[in-house]
C-alpha cells in the first residue's frame, strides 16, 4: 500500500515537473516566435497611446524601450565613459537619461545632435546640445572639441533611420568611439527585424555592411539578455 502510494507521489511529481518546464523552457525557434509576436504587440501599441510612445523620464518624452535603457545604464555603470555622443535629440529625453545615468556614476556628458531646434528641451549641466546634420563637417568638427585627448566614448545612433544615412554616421562616429565601448545602433527592428516589414533598408543593413569592411567592432549578443530589444545586432562593442 505504501509502496503504491509513493509510486503514486512520485507519478504525480513528474508530471507536475513537466507541467512546469513546458510553461518555462521552450524549442529556441518557438521562443523567437514569441518573442517576435510580443515585440510586434509591443512595438505597434504605440499607436494606441502605449508602451515606448508614451514613457516618460523625469517628466519629458523617451520613447525608447525600458529593457534597453537598463541596459545603458549597465554600461555606463561599468565603463563609466567620459563624453556619450547622441545622434537623434527629438525631445531630449534619452539626453535626460544617459545624463543621470552620468550623475550616478559621477563622471561623464552627453553631446546630442539634431537637425531641429526643439523648444523646452531639458536642461542639466551635463547636457551639450549641437543643432546641424549628424554627418555635416561643422558637427564632426564641433565634436572633436568638445572631446579631451584621453576620453572614453560611447555613441548611440537613432536619427535618420535610412541604411545610407546611418552607413554614414557608422563611418564617421566609428573613430570616435574608444576601445572596450559601445556604438550602438538604434531601430535594428526596422524592416522587418521583426517590426515595419515594408520599412525598406535601414539601420539593420546598414550594420551588416559596415561589419563586412570593419573588423574593429564585434556585435555583442549579451546586451539583448531580456530577449526583446530594439537594436538587435546593434550593441557593437569595440575591441581593436
Known amino acids: 500500500m505504501v509502496k503504491k502510494s509513493l509510486q503514486l507521489l512520485k507519478s504525480e511529481i513528474a508530471k507536475f515537473r513537466d ?9 529556441p525557434k518557438k521562443e523567437r516566435n514569441v518573442v517576435n509576436q510580443f515585440h510586434k504587440l ?11 510612445g508614451n514613457t516618460f523620464w523625469l517628466g519629458t518624452i523617451t520613447k525608447k524601450c525600458p529593457l534597453d535603457l537598463w541596459i545603458y545604464q ?18 531630449g529625453g534619452s539626453a535626460l537619461f544617459l545624463a543621470s545615468m ?12 539634431d537637425t531641429k531646434d526643439t523648444e523646452s528641451l531639458p ?32 555613441v548611440t545612433l537613432d536619427s535618420n533611420h535610412t541604411k545610407q544615412h546611418v552607413l554614414n554616421e557608422l563611418r564617421i562616429y566609428d573613430k570616435f568611439v574608444t576601445k572596450g565601448n559601445y556604438l550602438i545602433v538604434e531601430d535594428t527592428q526596422l524592416n522587418g527585424h521583426p517590426v515595419m516589414p515594408n520599412y525598406g533598408p535601414g539601420p539593420m543593413e546598414a550594420v551588416k555592411e559596415f561589419l563586412k569592411g570593419n573588423k574593429d567592432f ?23
Open 19 to 27: 507541467l512546469i518546464y513546458s510553461r518555462i523552457y521552450i524549442i
Open 42 to 52: 509591443y512595438f505597434d501599441s504605440h499607436r494606441f497611446g502605449k508602451t515606448w
Open 74 to 91: 549597465e554600461i555606463i555603470f561599468k565603463i563609466k565613459p567620459d563624453v556619450i555622443i547622441e545622434c537623434g535629440t527629438l525631445k
Open 102 to 113: 552620468c550623475d550616478l556614476v559621477k563622471n561623464g556628458k552627453v553631446i546630442t545632435i
Open 123 to 154: 536642461q542639466h549641466k551635463r547636457i551639450k546640445y549641437l543643432i546641424g546634420s549628424s554627418t555635416s563637417k561643422e558637427i564632426i568638427e564641433k565634436i572633436k572639441s568638445l572631446i579631451g585627448k584621453n576620453d572614453k566614448v560611447m
Open 218 to 240: 564585434v556585435v555583442d549578443k549579451t546586451k539583448e539578455k531580456f530577449y526583446m530589444t530594439f537594436n538587435p545586432n546593434g550593441y557593437l562593442k569595440k575591441i581593436k
